[in-house]
C-alpha cells in the first residue's frame, strides 16, 4: 500500500472516530433531558426543514447578511462531493466523480461558482466584524476568536481546493470547466510537472486536514449549528403557534414543577443550546435588551448549553459531587440553571412577544424555556416580583386582575340591549369581552364600539357576563400554572354548558389562549379577534363606513395577534376602508413591530430597569407624525396611552382602538 494511502487512511480513521467519539458525547448528554415527543407529522416537519434549514428562509429577514450566510451554506452543501471525490483520491489515486458522465461537468462548474461565492462572503463576513461591527456580533474575546477561527478555516478550505484543482489541471492538461481554479495556474504553478505535483500534495494535504480539523472542532465550538440546525428545526414544534406545552398537574409521583436546572429541561430544549449560533438576531430583535433590561435570550440559551457541558458529564457518569471545587466555590452539584446562571430578574423582563422565535433562524424555542424556568420560580419558590401577588389574588378572588367585584363584569352594557347567553342559548357568537373589556373605563368605551358595530350589522350574538372569568394568559406566562388552569377549565366548564361554537374577542391574549391552549382542556371553539370578525362584516357589506375622517394614523402591531397569530392584514384593511385616512407605518411594523411592553404578564408589573418599553414604542409612533395612533389590544392601547402622556402628546394625538375609527366613521 502506497504511503501516502496508509497515512490517509490513518488520518481518515482518527479523524472519524474522534468525532464519533464527540458526537457520542453530545448525544449522551442530550438524553439528560426530559421526554418530548417531536416525531409527529413527519411531513409538515419536513417541510419546514426545506424551508426554514435549506430555504435559510428566515435569515433573509436581513437580506444582505442573509445573502452572505446562505451562499456559504449552500456553498458547503454543493461543494460536499468536492470533499468526497479528494478523500477519494486519497484511496484510490486519480479518483474523479466522473462516473456521474454527463452530469460532472455541470456539477463542476456549479461547484465552482460555489467556491467563488463562499470565498467572497467569508471575506465580507470578516470585513463586516471586524470593520463594520454590528452591535450584535460584539461578543466576548473568546466567542470572536472562535468566529474567526472558523471563518479563516472556510476561507483556507476553499483556496486549498482551488490550488489542488489548479495543479491537477496543469498536470493533466485537462481544464475540465473549472473556470475559477484555472485562474489560479499561474499563482500555483510554476510550469514543471514536479512543480505541479508538489502544489498538488501539499494543496490536497492541506485541504483534508483542514476539511478534517473543522469537522472535530465543531462540537466544541459555537459553531456546532453546523451540524445541529438541520435537526434542531426539524424538530421544532409543531404545537400551534405561540401555546405553550402544558404541565400535567395532577401526575402521580411529581414532586417538582417548571425548571430549575438543564435535567428539568427536554431534550429537545437542550439541543436548542446546543443549536444557539449565537448570531445575535434574538437579542437585537428583544425589547427589553433594547431598553436596557438584564433579559438577553441568546444569552438564556448560551447559559443553558454552559450548564449542560457543566454538569452534563458528571450525571453522565454518575458522579455526585465535584471533588476539584473549593470550599468557597459551589460545586457543579450546588449550583443550578437558575439563580447560579439565570436571575430572576432576567427572566421576569420577557414580555413573551416571541420576537426571538420569529427572529431565530434555526428556531431555537427560547419563550417556552423561560416560561417553565417561570414556573419553577412561582410553583416551587414562590419568587416573582412582588406587584404581582395583589393580580393573583384578585384572579383568585374576583376572577379579574383588578379588585372589581365578579359581579360588576357585565356593568359595561348597561343600556345596551346585550342578551346573556344564559337567555340566548340558540345565539350565533359569544363576544369574550374580557377583563379589560368589562373593567378598564377606557377599554370598556371599544367594548360598546364593537357591539354598536355589531348590532349595526345585525349579528346574533350575546355575553357570558358574570359567568366569564379572566382567560389565565397572563397567570399562565407569569408561571402560574396552577391558577391558570384553574381558569381555563373553568371557563371551558361554562362554554361546553353552553356547547358555544364561535366566540369573537377584542383581546389578542384572550384571542390567543381561546383559540390555541383551550383545545388541550377540551375547550375547541371557532375564535376570532374582533378586527378579523369587523374585516369580515365589511366584506359582507353589512358594514360600509361612510364618514370622512381626515386623519393620519399608525397602526401598532400586538405580538399576540401579530407574531403569534398572523394577524397582520385584517386591522389595516379597517382601517384603509374609511375614507380620508392616511396610513403610515412605523419603522418597526408587520412581524418585525416592538412590543408595547405589557406581554407575559408585565402588563401587571413594574419597569424598574433602564427606560420603559412602551415609552420606546411610542416614540416609534410619534415619529411617524400620525396624530392616532391605532390599537388592537387593550394591553397596548394602555401602553401607548400612557407613553402618550408621558410624552405630553396627549392634545396633540389619541390612542384608539381599530373598531372605534371604523364606528365613527360608519356613523352618518
Given at each position: 500500500m502506497p504511503t501516502k494511502t496508509l497515512a490517509f487512511l490513518l488520518v481518515l480513521v482518527a479523524s472519524f472516530s474522534f468525532f464519533g467519539y464527540s458526537v457520542r458525547k453530545l448525544v449522551l448528554l442530550l438524553r439528560i433531558g426530559k421526554e418530548d415527543d417531536r416525531f409527529d407529522a413527519p411531513w409538515l416537519r419536513f417541510k419546514k426543514m426545506i424551508i426554514v434549514a435549506f430555504g435559510q428562509s428566515k435569515l433573509f429577514r436581513e437580506f444582505i447578511p442573509g445573502i452572505m450566510h446562505a451562499l456559504i451554506f449552500w456553498g458547503f452543501v454543493v461543494l460536499l462531493l468536492a470533499v468526497i471525490e479528494a478523500i477519494g483520491q486519497g484511496v484510490i489515486p486519480g479518483f474523479s466523480l466522473s462516473i456521474l458522465g454527463p452530469f460532472y461537468r455541470p456539477l463542476i462548474v456549479v461547484q465552482e461558482f460555489f467556491v467563488?461565492?463562499?470565498?467572497?462572503?467569508?471575506?465580507?463576513?470578516?470585513?463586516?466584524?471586524?470593520?463594520?461591527?454590528?452591535?450584535?456580533?460584539?461578543?466576548?474575546?473568546?466567542?470572536?476568536?472562535?468566529?474567526?477561527?472558523?471563518l479563516v478555516a472556510i476561507l483556507l478550505i476553499m483556496v486549498s481546493m482551488l490550488g489542488q484543482n489548479a495543479a491537477r489541471m496543469d498536470l493533466t492538461g485537462n481544464v475540465e470547466s473549472r473556470f475559477l481554479s484555472a485562474l489560479f495556474i499561474p499563482l500555483f504553478v510554476g510550469g514543471t510537472s514536479e512543480t505541479a505535483n508538489v502544489v498538488y500534495e501539499i494543496c490536497w494535504w492541506a485541504h483534508i486536514v483542514l476539511v478534517f480539523g473543522f469537522l472535530n472542532y465543531l462540537p466544541y465550538s459555537k459553531h456546532l449549528h453546523v451540524l445541529t440546525s438541520i435537526p434542531n428545526v426539524y424538530f421544532s414544534s409543531t404545537r400551534p403557534k405561540g401555546a405553550l406545552r402544558t404541565i400535567n398537574l395532577e401526575e402521580e409521583g411529581v414532586e417538582?414543577?417548571?425548571?430549575?436546572?438543564?435535567?428539568?429541561?427536554?431534550?429537545?430544549?437542550?439541543?436548542?443550546?446546543?443549536?444557539?449560533?449565537?448570531?445575535?438576531?434574538?437579542?437585537?430583535?428583544?425589547?427589553?435588551?433594547?431598553?436596557?433590561?438584564?433579559?438577553?435570550?441568546?444569552?438564556?440559551i448560551v447559559d443553558i448549553r454552559k450548564r449542560l457541558s457543566e454538569k452534563g458529564p458528571s450525571m453522565i457518569e454518575g458522579v455526585t459531587h465535584d471533588s476539584n471545587s473549593t470550599g468557597t466555590e459551589k460545586s457543579s452539584n450546588q449550583k443550578s440553571l437558575v439563580h447560579d446562571y439565570i436571575t430572576p430578574e432576567e427572566l421576569f423582563a420577557c414580555t413573551t412577544c416571541m420576537a426571538c422565535v420569529q427572529e431565530c433562524p434555526v428556531n431555537i424555542e427560547h419563550v417556552d424555556a423561560i416560561v417553565d424556568m417561570?414556573?419553577?420560580?412561582?410553583?416551587?419558590?414562590?419568587?416573582?416580583?412582588?406587584?404581582?401577588?395583589?393580580?393573583?389574588?384578585?384572579?383568585?378572588?374576583?376572577?379579574?386582575?383588578?379588585?372589581?367585584?365578579?359581579?360588576?363584569?357585565?356593568?359595561?352594557?348597561?343600556?345596551?340591549?346585550?342578551?346573556?347567553?344564559?337567555?340566548?342559548?340558540?345565539?350565533?357568537?359569544?363576544?369574550?369581552?374580557?377583563?379589560?373589556?368589562?373593567?378598564?373605563?377606557?377599554?370598556?368605551?371599544?367594548?360598546?364600539?364593537?357591539?354598536?358595530?355589531?348590532?349595526?350589522?345585525?349579528?346574533?350574538f350575546a355575553i357570558l357576563g358574570t359567568e366569564e372569568k379572566c382567560s389565565g394568559d397572563s397567570a399562565r406566562r407569569i408561571g402560574n400554572e396552577y391558577l391558570a388552569q384553574t381558569l381555563i377549565k373553568e371557563n371551558v366548564a361554562t362554554l361546553n354548558k353552553y356547547k358555544v361554537k364561535k366566540?369573537?374577542?377584542?383581546?389578542?391574549?384572550?384571542?390567543?389562549?381561546?383559540?390555541?391552549?383551550?383545545?388541550?382542556?377540551?375547550?375547541?371553539?371557532?375564535?376570532?379577534?374582533?378586527?378579523?370578525?369587523?374585516?369580515?362584516?365589511?366584506?359582507?357589506?353589512?358594514?360600509?363606513?361612510?364618514?370622512?375622517?381626515?386623519?393620519?394614523?399608525?397602526?401598532?402591531?400586538?405580538?399576540?395577534?401579530?407574531?403569534?397569530?398572523?394577524?397582520?392584514?385584517?386591522?389595516?384593511?379597517?382601517?384603509?376602508?374609511?375614507?380620508?385616512?392616511?396610513?403610515?407605518e412605523m419603522e418597526k411594523s408587520r412581524s418585525k413591530g416592538m412590543c408595547c411592553g405589557a406581554g407575559g404578564g408585565r402588563m401587571w408589573m413594574e419597569e424598574k430597569e433602564g427606560k420603559r418599553v412602551n415609552i420606546e414604542r411610542t416614540e416609534q409612533a410619534l415619529a411617524t407624525n400620525a396624530t392616532v395612533i391605532s390599537t388592537a389590544c387593550p394591553f397596548c392601547?394602555?401602553?401607548?396611552?400612557?407613553?402618550?402622556?408621558?410624552?405630553?402628546?396627549?392634545?396633540?394625538?389619541?390612542?384608539?382602538?381599530?373598531?372605534?375609527?371604523?364606528?365613527?366613521?360608519?356613523?352618518?
Open positions: 467563488g461565492c463562499v470565498i467572497l462572503s467569508v471575506l465580507f463576513a470578516l470585513y463586516r466584524r471586524y470593520v463594520i461591527r454590528p452591535k450584535r456580533l460584539i461578543v466576548d474575546r473568546r466567542g470572536q476568536i472562535d468566529a474567526t477561527l472558523i417538582k414543577f417548571g425548571v430549575s436546572d438543564v435535567d428539568d429541561l427536554t431534550w429537545k430544549q437542550l439541543l436548542d443550546g446546543y443549536t444557539c449560533t449565537e448570531c445575535g438576531r434574538c437579542t437585537e430583535s428583544c425589547p427589553a435588551n433594547l431598553t436596557g433590561k438584564l433579559l438577553s435570550p441568546r444569552k438564556i417561570r414556573r419553577h420560580l412561582v410553583l416551587m419558590e414562590s419568587n416573582f416580583p412582588p406587584e404581582v401577588q395583589s393580580l393573583f389574588r384578585n384572579l383568585e378572588s374576583n376572577f379579574n386582575p383588578w379588585a372589581f367585584s365578579s359581579s360588576s363584569r357585565a356593568d359595561w352594557a348597561e343600556g345596551l340591549n346585550v342578551p346573556l347567553l344564559a337567555n340566548a342559548p340558540q345565539t350565533d357568537v359569544l363576544f369574550w369581552v374580557g377583563c379589560a373589556g368589562s373593567f378598564d373605563n377606557r377599554y370598556k368605551k371599544v367594548s360598546v364600539a364593537f357591539t354598536k358595530l355589531m348590532q349595526q350589522a345585525d349579528v346574533k366566540i369573537v374577542t377584542s383581546c389578542p391574549h384572550c384571542f390567543h389562549t381561546l383559540k390555541k391552549e383551550y383545545p388541550e382542556f377540551g375547550g375547541n371553539y371557532e375564535v376570532m379577534h374582533h378586527t378579523d370578525f369587523l374585516a369580515q362584516l365589511l366584506h359582507e357589506g353589512r358594514i360600509k363606513p361612510v364618514r370622512e375622517l381626515n386623519v393620519n394614523l399608525t397602526y401598532h402591531d400586538s405580538c399576540y395577534l401579530g407574531r403569534y397569530n398572523d394577524v397582520y392584514d385584517a386591522p389595516r384593511e379597517l382601517l384603509e376602508s374609511v375614507q380620508g385616512t392616511n396610513l403610515v392601547m394602555t401602553m401607548m396611552t400612557d407613553g402618550v402622556k408621558a410624552k405630553e402628546m396627549s392634545e396633540n394625538v389619541q390612542v384608539k382602538d381599530v373598531s372605534e375609527i371604523l364606528f365613527e366613521s360608519a356613523q352618518p
